[in-house]
Nanobody, 125 residues
Framework: QVQLVESGGGLVQAGGSLRLSCAASGRTFRSNTMGWFRQAPGKEREFVAA????????SYATSLKGRCTISRDNAKNTVYLQMNSLKPEDTAVYYC??????????????????WGQGTQVTVSS
């Protein structure tokens, strides 16, 4: 089992920034990729970014590339998502997920075995 806990969400004005954190615990050695996804009301869960634990290789969704940065701290088993120039359409619950599939950096939600509880990000106009 892998436990994931997200934090850092909140209410921010358009153009602002937020840094989300995802702390992993448990059998993290079974995970090769950590991903960030988001889900707005009435919409499907959408890929945002992913990073591998071992090499730090990164993948971003095209729509968000340039406005967000994913990083990880292996010593703390924590993954971060820095989001800048936020827009109202970025409003969603943001989830982190853990995947052990190969190849890594999967972008489909079904490829992730474990999820956190989510953290709400609300961007006001």
């Amino acid at each position: 089992q892998v436990q994931l806990v997200e934090s850092g969400g909140g209410l921010v004005q358009a153009g602002g920034s937020l840094r989300l954190s995802c702390a992993a615990s448990g059998r993290t050695f079974r995970s090769n990729t950590m991903g960030w996804f988001r889900q707005a009301p009435g919409k499907e869960r959408e890929f945002v970014a992913a990073i591998t634990w071992s090499t730090g290789t990164i993948s971003y969704a095209t729509s968000l590339k340039g406005r967000c940065t994913i990083s990880r701290d292996n010593a703390k088993n924590t993954v971060y998502l820095q989001m800048n120039s936020l827009k109202p359409e970025d409003t969603a619950v943001y989830y982190c997920g853990s995947s052990n599939l190969w190849p890594p950096l999967q972008s489909g939600p079904s490829s992730y075995d474990y999820w956190g509880q989510g953290t709400q990000v609300t961007v006001s106009s």
